[in-house]
């Protein structure tokens, strides 16, 4: 019994050296990898830093190269513009001084074709004017004319409407003439039909006695 105990209490103790040897290598992979850690931010700070002096190096760089090249563009331009405007200028001289000749040499006949021009604008005035009073006096012909046909059409709508009340008063009248008249033939057929009757009734009777004598 007393070796059983003490083989347990063996076990029992070899199992706590075991658990207190994983635990500390526990800790100190726990250890190690904290240190891993600081060491791996340390080098990411150090490469943000190294990222950032080079990328404000760059940019002062870039920026430098950005303004020499608009400078040299500003250059070019106006060495272009200034150019351009010299040649425009000349071309302008030029053309100046040929429209002055021209002017010089065809003055007389621009003034010819400006009287023609200036005679041909009056007749276009005048006849214009003339074709306007005309238009005016055809107008008032036109309006007094339309107020003609307006009155003639009130005068002819007018008799119209008493041709219309004749008409409708001729038309009942027929109809009450008509109607009166096939009374009158329908009263005199009867009286007709019943004298006929009567004759025959009479022609009968004469005929009956006749026979009887």
Not at 76 to 85: G, L, M, R
């Amino acid at each position: 019994m007393g070796s059983v105990a003490e083989k347990t209490l063996g076990q029992i103790h070899e199992t706590n050296i075991l658990m207190n040897s994983s635990m500390y290598e526990t800790m100190e992979a726990v250890q190690e990898t904290k240190e891993l850690i600081q060491e791996i931010n340390k080098e990411l700070e150090e490469l943000h830093e190294e990222t950032t002096e080079n990328f404000q190096k760059n940019k002062k760089e870039l920026q430098k190269e950005i303004k020499q090249l608009e400078n040299n563009v500003k250059s070019e331009i106006s060495e272009s513009t200034n150019q351009s405007i010299t040649i425009i200028c000349n071309r302008i001289t030029a053309l100046e001084k040929s429209t002055t000749d021209y002017y010089k040499e065809n003055k007389k006949s621009y003034v010819k074709i400006e009287e023609q021009n200036k005679q041909q604008r009056q007749d276009l005035h005048n006849s214009f004017t003339a074709q306007k009073k005309l238009l005016i006096e055809n107008d008032t012909v036109i309006h007094k004319r339309l107020s003609v046909l307006e009155d003639k059409q009130l005068e002819i709508s007018d008799k119209l409407v008493e041709l219309d009340k004749a008409l409708t008063a001729t038309n009942e009248k027929i109809i009450h003439n008509s109607e009166a008249l096939t009374a009158k033939v329908n009263e005199q057929t009867m009286q007709l039909m019943k004298s006929q009757k009567k004759w025959f009734i009479f022609v009968v009777v004469l005929v009956f006695f006749g026979y009887l004598l």
